[in-house]
């Protein structure tokens, strides 16, 4: 019995063994399309550049951010938030992190180490009621994380 390879020889017949784990494949990958699953974890690595997240996009529970010398927009005003929790862990130098958000998200900078940074957030006060709250921890040096509301 010969099996299939990518440099089989024209014209000759080769048998081929069927996979038992085809139809646990196929009727995985169905159940995986019809749902969507959130992301659990993403990063965001540049050195230089622009990285911009917005309109419908899936938001993990976790973003590691690390940037040197470049821009990153996070717009949660259409983003399908799937935790109550985002964790940013952040590792920036000279750059600027751009959060356009809505009134109910909540953004806590208390894990953050600054150095020759700076912050221009809107949301001062912790709400009980919050949709989203964004936890920072981390450093930055000479960067900018800005909060921007629509």
């Not at 081929?16 to 990063?43: E, H, L, M, Q």
């Not at 911009?52 to 040197?68: D, F, K, M, N, S």
């Not at 005003?77 to 109910?104: F, Q």
């Amino acid at each position: 019995m010969s099996w299939p390879s990518a440099f089989a020889t024209p014209g000759v017949a080769s048998t081929t063994r069927p996979s038992p784990v085809t139809g646990a494949i196929a009727s995985s990958t169905s159940v995986i399309s019809s749902s969507v699953a959130p992301a659990v974890s993403a990063r965001v690595m540049l050195h230089g550049g622009k990285h911009v997240r917005e309109g419908r996009w899936l938001v993990p529970a976790r973003i590691a951010l690390r940037t040197r010398e470049c821009r990153v927009t996070l717009d949660f005003s259409d983003a399908v938030i799937t935790s109550r929790t985002l964790h940013i862990d952040a590792d920036m130098v000279h750059g600027k992190l751009l959060i356009v958000s809505s009134p109910g998200i909540v953004i806590d900078t208390d894990g953050l180490t600054c150095t020759y940074s700076k912050l221009k957030l809107h949301s001062k006060d912790d709400t009980a009621d919050s949709r989203l709250r964004v936890e920072f921890a981390g450093t930055l040096l000479h960067a900018k994380i800005i909060e921007k509301r629509p």
